[in-house]
């Protein structure tokens, strides 16, 4: 079968990237992160780019939510607390 109309969406024409952070590999700014806050923050951010959000806004964004997140759980935000 031949594609013809085949559209900007279709994942089999553009499939989604894969998600760049992992609790291994994550960005610069998030490594003064306890490991749950941190986790969280990865999770955030994957998220917000894989709904189009550029890297930048997505890693300050999803700092300030997994701080947050842990505050209202009542989790140390870095390693040397708690």
Known sequence: ???LNACADDPLVNPPPEMPWNSTRYPVSMR??????????????????AEGMDEG???????????DWARRRGLPLRDDEG
Do not use: W
Not at 32 to 48: E, G, M, Q, T
Not at 57 to 67: H, L, S, V
């Open 1 to 3: 079968m031949t594609r």
């Open 32 to 49: 003064h992160l306890s490991a749950s806050v941190r986790d969280k923050a990865i999770a955030i951010a994957n998220a917000l780019l």
């Open 57 to 67: 806004p997505a890693i300050r964004i999803a700092i300030a939510k997994a701080e």
